[in-house]
Nanobody
Framework: VHLVESGGGLVQPGGSLRLSCAASGTIYSINAMDWYRQVPGKARELVASSTSGGVTDYADSVKGRFTISRDNAKNTIYLQMNSLKPEDTAVYYC???????????????WGQGTQVTVSS
């Protein structure tokens, strides 16, 4: 299973970016599919989470500004980031809990990360 992120880049404060993450490979089902971020010297933190049933949750620091969405048919999630702040600068990682067979064990997978830089 591979997770491939795209959509990072450099944006000015107040701007917007949309990240995408597509999962491919031997996939029967994906339960949790989430976005994390990490800055050098700090632990990776959960930014936004989603379940296959459509339940979402957000870190307090991004509530009202970020929106996670999901296309289960395409095994893809998105993160729409609005009103970006310099403190949102980080490497953003996609994470998924994947079962490769029906009723099989779920395994964690991570993408390679995409850099988001918010700066004037």
């Amino acid at each position: 299973v591979h997770l491939v992120e795209s959509g990072g880049g450099l944006v000015q404060p107040g701007g917007s970016l949309r990240l995408s993450c597509a999962a491919s490979g031997t996939i029967y089902s994906i339960n949790a599919m989430d976005w994390y971020r990490q800055v050098p010297g700090k632990a990776r933190e959960l930014v936004a989470s989603s379940t296959s049933g459509g339940v979402t949750d957000y870190a307090d620091s991004v509530k009202g500004r970020f929106t996670i969405s999901r296309d289960n048919a395409k095994n893809t999630i998105y993160l729409q980031m609005n009103s970006l702040k310099p403190e949102d600068t980080a490497v953003y990682y996609c994470h998924a809990d994947v079962a490769m067979v029906r009723l099989g064990t779920e395994y964690e997978y991570w993408g390679q990360g995409t850099q988001v830089t918010v700066s004037s």
